[in-house]
């Protein structure tokens, strides 16, 4: 699996699992007492209360929601009994490509930002223990980057949200309730007529030369425009779009140096043929749970 590809894994299992293990947790503390009868539904005055609700939950996600908070553990201690860490470097480095290349990354997705670089943290240490001793020779990790240098270029990337209307007229208006003080993602959810962005505020996520998904005066205009600030008005197939720049970042071309470890760990995992899985040290952690072996 190519880099990018395994980066587009990670970004999108991250999103799932911290937002399924989020939802999961957040129900289950309000459980206890009268709560559990407290009703979350009804259909024709039938009543749905919310024990038996977040016993549904828990039959179809509570399993694996536990292995993976288990599996955290499981890496954590392994970690700590190897002496085995990943600078902060690291993480940003990771989290800096993947904002750059997944780019469904958006404002809300963001909102977890903590608890991304968490799990690339866990990532990485649990890629460091599988491999940690696995040996891969300095001319092997240097020929691998040079033929594969492209994988270590970060593109620079415009974090936009866009407003999209009809007609000039509309447009106009919409510029001018934002120069009185309008707030842009009200604007956006109130008559953007692009509905998926729209649902967000506007928010479009990162994008960057090599998208295909949005007109290259998109681009044109992001570079030019500072961050926080918005467009005037630019033609486009649906009408007529105005857009915001919420973050840049810029392009970087990183050198053997600075990926010579992940590299090095990239390689040994293909060497080794395995899956990538916390599984393998679940015995040397003396894991018990409710689910058994």
Same mark, same amino acid.
């Given at each position: !699996?190519?880099?990018? $590809? ?40 039938? *009543?749905?209360?919310?024990?038996? @609700? ?23 201690? !392994?970690?700590?009994? &190897? /002496? ?12 800096? !490509?993947?904002?750059?290349? &997944? ?18 943290? *866990? ?20 020929? &691998?980057? $040079?033929?594969?240098? %492209? ?43 692009? %509905? ?30 500072? *961050?926080?600030?918005?467009?005037? =008005? ?30 090095? /760990? ?5 060497? !080794?043929?395995? =899956? ?12 018990? @749970?409710?689910?058994?072996?």
């Amino acid at each position: !699996m190519g880099r990018k $590809q395994l980066w587009t894994v990670i970004a999108a299992l991250i999103l799932v699992n911290c937002l399924t293990l989020a939802f999961f947790l957040s129900k289950a503390n309000l459980a206890g007492g009268a709560e559990d009868k407290e009703t979350v539904a009804t259909v024709r005055g039938k *009543t749905i209360v919310r024990k038996e @609700w977040l016993n549904e939950l828990e039959t179809r996600y509570g399993k694996d929601v536990l292995k993976d908070m288990v599996d955290q553990k499981v890496i954590e201690e !392994m970690a700590a009994k &190897y /002496r085995i860490k990943i600078s902060n470097q690291d993480v940003e480095r990771e989290f800096r !490509m993947l904002k750059a290349t &997944y780019n469904s990354f958006g404002k809300q997705n963001l909102k977890n930002e903590k608890k991304l670089k968490e799990q690339i943290r *866990t990532n990485l240490l649990l890629e460091e223990l599988l491999t940690k001793d696995v040996k891969v020779s300095n001319d092997e990790l240097e020929s &691998y980057y $040079q033929k594969n240098k %492209e994988l270590f270029n970060v593109p620079a990337a415009y974090h936009l949200s866009h407003i999209v209307v009809g007609t000039k007229e509309e447009a106009d208006q919409t510029i001018q309730e934002l120069a009185g003080g309008s707030n842009f993602s009200t604007l956006a959810m109130e008559r953007s007529i692009d %509905e998926f962005s729209a649902n967000e505020g506007g928010d479009i996520g990162y994008i960057s030369e090599q998208d295909e998904r949005y007109p290259l005066e998109y681009i044109q205009i992001a570079k030019e425009l500072k *961050t926080g600030a918005y467009s005037q =008005p630019i033609n486009v197939e649906q009408g007529f779009a105005i857009l915001k720049l919420e973050e840049k970042i810029t392009g970087r071309n990183y050198a053997f140096k600075d990926v010579k470890e992940p590299i090095r /760990r990239q390689m040994a995992l293909e060497k !080794m043929n395995s =899956p990538v899985s916390a599984a393998t040290f679940w015995d040397d952690a003396k894991v018990d @749970w409710v689910y058994g072996k």
